[in-house]
């Protein structure tokens, strides 16, 4: 079982940036991919950014692209997501998961971290 703990949330004016993070315990850290999720009110969760668990490959949602930036430090179990250009459609929970070869997330949910850009 992974067991997460998401921070770094707030409340930023449009343009500016901020970092979540994430620590995972339970199993392995380095041995699987972790993703970033996003929900915004009224919304399904959404896909935000993805990283291979040797950090070689991530992917990114389209609404992200060239604005955030995910990394992991396996030796502190945690992963991040640097968000820069904020946008008032970024308000949402972020949420992060370990993923599958599919991005498909499979543990389960954290309490996530509130994101609120305003413009």
């Known amino acids: 079982q992974v067991h997460l703990v998401e921070s770094g949330g707030g409340l930023v004016q449009a343009g500016g940036s901020l970092r979540l993070s994430c620590g995972a315990s339970?199993?392995?850290?380095?041995?699987?991919?972790m993703g970033w999720f996003r929900q915004a009110p009224g919304k399904e969760r959404e896909f935000v950014a993805a990283?291979?668990?040797?950090?070689?490959?991530?992917y990114y949602a389209d609404s992200v692209k060239d604005r955030f930036t995910i990394s992991r430090d396996n030796a502190k179990s945690t992963v991040y997501l640097q968000m820069n250009s904020l946008k008032p459609e970024d308000t949402a929970v972020y949420y992060c998961?370990?993923?599958?070869?599919?991005?498909?997330?499979?543990?389960?949910w954290g309490q996530g971290t509130q994101v609120t850009v305003s413009s």
């Open positions: 998961n370990a993923v599958d070869a599919n991005y498909d997330p499979f543990a389960s």
């Open positions: 339970g199993r392995t850290f380095s041995s699987y991919g």
């Open positions: 990283i291979s668990w040797s950090a070689g490959s991530t």
